[in-house]
């Protein structure tokens, strides 16, 4: 295994007495595609909020390239978001900006490079995701799919350590989808990237991803690579993996063991 980019270490965090990451380690190597994954109100998403420095732990270290980004004042935060991309479930982009515009953003934001070489490196990054010659277009004259492409261009812009993606394949069809797990996989090779990926579609993680982790109920059930999490022994594991209604959680459930954590699972 490569070593580690990120360490998780006793995250713990709380929203007045609700606990939702109780404790989490985990360790993301540098260089491969790690896909986060887990039920409704698991804390996948509280998780990547951490990773981007977006809420403040509790307790815990969250470490990001060399440095526990969980003691950082936002200047110090900035720095280390220049290291890393992040592709938005629902694309972000600036409706007023042409596709070109939008990818350059971070480009004109954190760099001093003229306007002529921004427009070079925007056409390699559109090139790399397979927009070649859409510099001009609005979001609005393009497709979901396409718009999820310019986002990953946009992220790509500064050539980043990192790239961070929240449920990259949320509102497309299976085809476009399974292009934009094919764009991870490429991008993650050619520019030796860091891949993190927080989704739910099981199909998508077993075909990308170099290592699984499974969150429930805000703890780390399961670490491993695809092939160990198919053949899991975990009850909850594989329910959720087989999308079935019944298992380790039932469908019908009380309100008092949903919110307290008491199924046995």
């Given at each position: 295994?490569?070593?580690?980019?990120?360490?998780?270490?006793?995250?713990?965090?709380?929203?007045?007495?609700?606990?939702?990451?109780?404790?989490?380690?985990?360790?993301?190597?540098?260089?491969?595609?790690?896909?986060?994954?887990?039920?409704?109100?698991?804390?996948?998403?509280?998780?990547?909020?951490?990773?981007?420095?977006?809420?403040?732990?509790?307790?815990?270290?969250?470490?990001?390239?060399?440095?526990?980004?969980?003691g950082l004042d936002e200047p110090g935060m900035n720095d280390?978001?220049?290291?890393?991309?992040?592709?938005?479930?629902?694309?972000?982009?600036?409706?007023?900006?042409?596709?070109?515009?939008?990818?350059?953003?971070?480009?004109?934001?954190?760099?001093?490079?003229?306007?002529?070489?921004?427009?070079?490196?925007?056409?390699?990054?559109?090139?790399?995701?397979?927009?070649?010659?859409?510099?001009?277009?609005?979001?609005?004259?393009?497709?979901?799919?396409?718009?999820?492409?310019?986002?990953?261009?946009?992220?790509?812009?500064?050539?980043?350590?990192?790239?961070?993606?929240?449920?990259?394949?949320?509102?497309?069809?299976?085809?476009?989808?399974?292009?934009?797990?094919?764009?991870?996989?490429?991008?993650?090779?050619?520019?030796?990237?860091t891949s993190v990926v927080v989704t739910h579609e099981m199909?998508?993680?077993?075909?990308?991803?170099?290592?699984?982790?499974?969150?429930?109920?805000?703890?780390?059930?399961?670490?491993?690579?695809?092939?160990?999490?198919?053949?899991?022994?975990?009850?909850?594991?594989?329910?959720?993996?087989?999308?079935?209604?019944?298992?380790?959680?039932?469908?019908?459930?009380?309100?008092?063991?949903?919110?307290?954590?008491?199924?046995?699972?």
């Open positions: 295994m490569a070593q580690p980019i990120i360490e998780i270490k006793n995250l713990i965090k709380k929203f007045g007495d609700r606990t939702v990451l109780d404790g989490v380690h985990a360790v993301i190597p540098e260089g491969k595609i790690t896909v986060i994954m887990g039920g409704s109100g698991c804390g996948k998403s509280t998780l990547l909020r951490h990773l981007i420095g977006l809420h403040r732990p509790t307790s815990g270290e969250v470490w990001v390239d060399g440095k526990n980004i969980a280390v978001r220049k290291k890393f991309g992040m592709l938005f479930q629902g694309s972000a982009l600036f409706n007023s900006m042409t596709v070109g515009e939008n990818v350059a953003v971070p480009l004109k934001e954190h760099t001093d490079l003229s306007p002529e070489i921004i427009r070079i490196i925007v056409r390699v990054k559109l090139e790399l995701v397979g927009l070649t010659g859409f510099e001009n277009f609005m979001p609005h004259e393009i497709s979901g799919g396409m718009k999820k492409r310019v986002a990953l261009a946009r992220a790509i812009a500064l050539d980043p350590k990192i790239v961070f993606y929240d449920e990259p394949g949320a509102g497309l069809d299976p085809i476009t989808a399974s292009m934009i797990d094919r764009l991870i996989l490429d991008l993650s090779k050619k520019l030796s990237i199909k998508s993680a077993f075909r990308i991803a170099d290592q699984i982790i499974i969150l429930q109920k805000g703890k780390v059930l399961q670490v491993g690579t695809a092939e160990d999490i198919q053949n899991s022994t975990n009850a909850y594991v594989q329910q959720f993996i087989q999308g079935e209604p019944e298992g380790a959680i039932p469908f019908k459930q009380t309100s008092e063991a949903y919110l307290k954590g008491l199924l046995d699972t």
